[in-house]
């Protein structure tokens, strides 16, 4: 009878393995598309917590990238202190929450982090976390996720929190456009992850050019044009390593961006 046992379990996790790589296989490649995004989001009342999907798909290195937007309400926590083998970037694009960091390092208690619209953080991924809306209006936060194989041990990045506002109004304009750099470096599935913070003045943009890494890019201020199409704030944008892309900013505002590079 044991023995029938363990062969069932051993069978029922070759279905689930069989399934995943079935998947896997089938899961197409991200191609360069915008998506345009309205906030806030709609929450159905009896819901505390909503996600709605963007893309999921894998990049030209093959690792699989995910990105999502949530609504949650004051008072709320989509799940409890969790880890899991991604990594993670979170923007929050309105409302306020706090980062719950159980294990942060230094901290014997729960750490609490208060995150407002523009900024956002980055997970390692096992590292354990949570959020809770707080305030008066539902928060609306925009979530990228990636993982590929097996974690490398090599990873420079660790958990950090930035504000995108502050970084691009910072910056110095030339010729119309600056990117301030926010941060880069190896993670455990990528050889680098590089973040900055751009500005883009009325009638000023660049020429068409491919990159040799992918990129996503969330739009908070002002409006730009790329791909044959105008992206208001909240918009989200990725160029698919290797296809060709440029920028436009078509209105009288100043376009305020924030870009993440994938390198394989």
Not at 219 to 228: A, D, F, H, I
Request: aromatic share 10%.
């Amino acid at each position: 009878r044991k023995i029938i046992v363990l062969l069932g379990l051993i069978e029922h996790k070759l279905k689930l393995l069989i399934l995943r790589l079935t998947r896997q296989t089938h899961k197409g490649r991200i191609t360069s598309k915008v998506y345009p995004l309205q906030i806030p989001l709609s929450l159905d009342r009896d819901k505390q917590w909503q996600a709605f999907p963007i893309f999921n798909g894998l990049m030209s290195s093959k690792i699989e990238l995910s990105c999502h937007v949530s609504a949650l309400v004051p008072g709320h926590s989509p799940h409890a202190p969790h880890r899991h083998a991604q990594e993670e970037l979170l923007l929050l694009l309105s409302g306020e929450v706090d980062l719950i960091l159980p294990e942060r390092e230094g901290q014997s208690n729960d750490e609490r982090w208060r995150l407002k619209r523009g900024e956002f953080v980055y997970y390692p991924c096992n590292f354990a976390h949570t959020l809770q809306a707080r305030g008066e209006s539902p928060a609306n936060y925009l979530m990228f996720k990636w993982q590929a194989g097996r974690p490398g041990k090599d990873a420079q990045l660790t958990f950090g929190a930035f504000d995108m506002f502050s970084l691009a109004l910072n910056s110095k304009i030339v010729d119309g456009f600056q990117a301030n750099r926010i941060f880069t470096g190896r993670t455990a599935y990528l050889s680098k992850l590089k973040c900055h913070a751009s500005v883009l003045m009325p009638n000023a943009g660049y020429k068409s050019h491919a990159d040799h890494y992918d990129v996503a890019i969330v739009v908070l201020k002002g409006q730009v044009e790329t791909l044959g199409q105008r992206v208001s704030p909240y918009g989200v944008i990725f160029y698919a390593a290797g296809e060709p892309h440029g920028m436009y900013n078509p209105g009288p505002e100043v376009a305020q961006y924030l870009v993440f590079e994938f390198y394989a």
